[in-house]
Nanobody
Framework: QGQLVESGGGSVQAGDSLTLACSASGRPLDTYNRGWYRQTPGHEREFIAAITWSGETFYSEKLEKGRFTISKDNAKNMVWLQIDNLKPEDTAVYYC???????????????WGRGTQVTVSS
């Protein structure tokens, strides 16, 4: 079974930018649609963005437009999430996920990485 591994989290200052990476290995994740979720203590996991194998992107309507950018490189089996102008409320564990794109956006994705912590201080 495939595996998703996130990296790139850390402690940053408000206003900084950060790029999270997600590597995929094994079937079917190496050809699957992927996305990003985040979770803060006491809250449910929140959808951020998704990207299809062909590169079509989808973003949560609940989040500020333009601050989150999802991208991918199929040859490297990599997906990235760039977050600009980070704010303290972006502090969360960020998860890479894989599934059908509609499930990533509206359901509970089947495949999850272990997450990477992002902490934003003011």
């Amino acid at each position: 079974q495939g595996q998703l591994v996130e990296s790139g989290g850390g402690s940053v200052q408000a206003g900084d930018s950060l790029t999270l990476a997600c590597s995929a290995s094994g079937r079917p994740l190496d050809t699957y649609n992927r996305g990003w979720y985040r979770q803060t203590p006491g809250h449910e996991r929140e959808f951020i963005a998704a990207i299809t194998w062909s590169g079509e992107t989808f973003y949560s309507e609940k989040l500020e437009k333009g601050r989150f950018t999802i991208s991918k490189d199929n040859a490297k089996n990599m997906v990235w999430l760039q977050i600009d102008n980070l704010k303290p409320e972006d502090t969360a564990v960020y998860y890479c996920v894989g599934d059908f794109v509609d499930t990533i956006i509206n359901g509970v994705p089947k495949y999850w990485g272990r997450g990477t912590q992002v902490t934003v201080s003011s």
